[in-house]
């Protein structure tokens, strides 16, 4: 009796093309070149005897066939996911990888306690991390989980709370010492204020400031711009720079040794979310639940 499903390999690949979007990324992702990606695909439809990709120099695109066979096939690649995942967390020890993408300020100040937490207790996971303010494509970077900084648009992903990061507002004393110290939200109009480019929008997000009960959106005039990380706020800050928005967690060791001071207290009160994201039609794998109980627990 010959093999029934020796074509797996090429059902992969057809799905990483579609998934991917070319040739070119879906080998990448494979680790194959784009010639055995696009034979694979050949096979398949003369397999099925259905064409299941127009394909053109520039772009892929899908047929009918193509949408229906999609579907099933990953409804089915599912289903193997699941029960491998269901045996990985019968008793044992935990094994696996998780791939996560987190943004400076996180990855530099509240993960690695936590990662070191999992780290001890599934010490067979293999962790892949990329510590970036690029907010990735989860399917087609092939993230399993990010964390995300801000109120998270609808975007069809499933979000679980982290934390509220309070914010404040700090500067170094040799700054307040040369440009005075503001003492109203109207002084800081004159003061160089540090602010980050965000690489989604490329726009100045406004400060989260809270004035007498109200929350107050102020935009920093175009001092100084940072963009890619928003650590190098802090840390032109700590040189005299001017002033910056940042998170409690991120200032509270440098107001502790006097390189920062906190500036106007009284217009403190805001804080902003952290989230743990993925992608709601893909089973999650023991190793990403494991590691989402872990980022959740309380500290």
């Known amino acids: 009796m010959g093999r029934r499903f020796d074509h797996l390999n090429d059902v992969e690949a057809f799905i990483a093309a579609v998934e991917r979007g070319s040739l070119t990324a879906a080998a990448t992702a494979l680790g194959t070149t784009p010639s055995v990606v696009s034979r694979a695909l050949v096979r398949l439809e003369q397999r099925l005897g259905a064409q299941l ?13 193509g949408r229906l066979y999609l579907e099933q096939s990953r409804t089915a690649f ?12 019968q008793g044992g020890e935990l094994t696996g990888s998780v791939r996560l993408s987190v943004p400076t300020t996180y990855g530099h100040y509240r ?8 780290v001890r207790r599934h010490p067979r996971v293999q962790v892949e991390l990329s510590i970036s303010n690029r907010n990735v494509d989860l399917v087609a970077e092939g993230f399993d989980l990010a964390i995300r900084q801000g109120e998270l648009r609808d975007s069809g992903l499933v979000a679980r709370r982290l934390e509220d990061a309070p914010l404040c507002l700090v500067a170094s ?4 010492k040369e440009a005075g110290t503001p003492r109203t939200l109207a002084d800081l109009s004159g003061h160089t204020c540090l602010s980050f480019v965000m690489p989604s929008t490329g726009r100045v997000p406004p400060w989260s ?25 802090v840390s032109l800050a700590e040189q005299g720079m001017g002033l910056c928005q940042t998170y409690d967690f991120i200032a509270a060791d440098r107001l502790r040794r006097g390189t920062l001071v906190e500036v106007l207290p009284k217009l403190r009160g805001r804080s902003r979310p952290f989230s743990v994201i993925y992608v709601p039609h ?10 989402i109980a872990v980022l959740t627990e309380a500290a």
Do not use: C, H, M, N
């Open 282 to 291: 893909r089973s999650l794998s023991a190793a990403s639940r494991a590691l």
């Open 53 to 65: 990709l127009r394909r053109t120099t520039r772009s892929l695109s899908l047929t009918d066939a």
């Open 173 to 176: 004393k040799a700054y307040l």
């Open 78 to 89: 599912g289903l193997l996911a699941e029960a491998e995942r269901a045996i990985q967390g």
């Open 209 to 233: 400031l809270r004035e007498d009960g109200r929350d107050v959106d102020w935009t920093p005039p175009a001092s100084l711009r940072v963009s890619d990380d928003v650590l190098g706020l």
């Open 111 to 118: 993960l690695p306690a936590k990662l070191r937490t999992f």
